[in-house]
């Protein structure tokens, strides 16, 4: 249900290449075209699929009573891949991660404890246990 995988672009039913800062033929990364609604996004490892940051992506379409759609949160990801795209076609919002907010978090306060592995883990418990609670579901997640 919530996976991580290696680096593409992904392009929603009616998203342009216009948003794209590269050609398609020489893009850094595969790029697929998706049903889902949105613009194009970046997919990559430490994301699962604030303020003048945007950290996560939803795209959603409905055709013919049937829902396509796609979330991705940046928790540990490397954002250089999003400078060559314009994110979901937003164009005054810089892309931010979990872990950057945390590394600012953490030279104000001295905190420095979370890695990689643990904010992936924290960040999918949390989707998985929000998913659960909003449909009603009594599935225990082992951990």
Not at 88 to 117: H, M, P, W
Request: aromatic share 12%; hydrophobic share 40%.
């Amino acid at each position: 249900m919530i996976l991580q995988h290696q680096p593409v672009y992904t392009l929603g039913a009616r998203s342009s290449e216009e948003n794209l800062n590269f050609l398609m033929k020489d893009a850094p990364f595969d790029i697929y075209r998706t049903e889902r609604g949105g613009e194009v996004t970046y997919h990559g490892p430490g994301q699962i699929i604030p303020g003048d940051q945007k950290l996560a992506a939803i795209g959603i379409r409905v055709s013919h009573w049937i829902t396509y759609h796609g979330l991705a949160l940046n928790v540990t990801t490397d954002l250089t891949p999003f400078q060559w795209i314009v994110p979901c076609g937003i164009r005054d919002r810089r892309v931010g991660s979990i872990k950057g907010l945390l590394r600012e978090f953490q030279s104000f306060t001295g905190y420095n404890k979370a890695d990689d592995s643990f904010l992936t883990d924290i960040a999918h418990k949390s989707l998985m246990l929000d998913f659960l609670e909003f449909f009603n579901l009594n599935t225990i997640i082992k951990p």
